[in-house]
């Protein structure tokens, strides 16, 4: 073994010192640090005051459950209303025009009254001088069992968004 000198054993105690007080400093330092750092993350400002991370997760966690609930409420909601919204009578179309050559003003009318898929009714109303006279025929599929003048026919193809033969 080689004899060290007495300078240099001291110089290198004195450097290990250094580190190690260095090394205290720093770990002094981190703990304050990640104590401040829980401290800031233990409570934390919600809706009715102050609460614990944990607190905040678990009404999260509730809200969320809830939100979930009311969406699958409301999906079923609104594919009732997509069915009942299917049958509803809401294709509508009038044709206005002269029964006869000799009356004017275009006061007889033909409404059809259809649901998506072209079940309902047509009503037609023809005004005369002496007289006036309403019909009403069903529609199903757009088609009627009954004989349909052309204002019928030109009333259901524009409520079915059809073009209207002329």
């Known amino acids: 073994m080689l004899p060290l000198h007495r300078p240099l054993l001291d110089e290198i105690s004195l450097g290990a010192a250094v580190v190690a007080v260095a ?7 981190a703990n304050v640090r ?8 233990a409570v934390l400002e919600g809706p009715n005051g102050s609460e614990s991370v944990l607190e905040a997760l678990e009404r999260g966690s509730t809200q969320t459950q809830a939100l979930r609930a009311e969406l699958t409420r409301t999906k079923s909601d609104v594919e009732l209303t997509r069915r009942e919204l299917a049958v509803a ?7 206005r025009y002269d ?11 033909t ?3 259809l649901d998506d898929s072209g079940d309902g009714l047509v009503i037609t109303s023809i005004h005369g001088r002496s007289e006036s006279r309403a019909y009403a025929k069903g529609v199903r599929e757009g ?4 004989l349909l003048s052309p204002e019928e ?6 409520a079915l968004g059809r073009k209207a033969k002329a």
């Open 143 to 146: 088609q009627s069992d009954q």
């Open 89 to 95: 009578l809401r294709h509508v179309a009038v044709v």
């Open 23 to 29: 090394a205290l400093v720093s770990g002094v330092v």
């Open 34 to 41: 990640v104590r401040r750092l829980r401290r800031s993350l």
């Open 99 to 109: 029964a006869f050559g000799d009356m004017g003003g275009r006061m007889s009318f």
């Open 111 to 113: 409404a059809a009254l």
């Open 153 to 158: 026919t030109q009333a259901i193809a524009l």
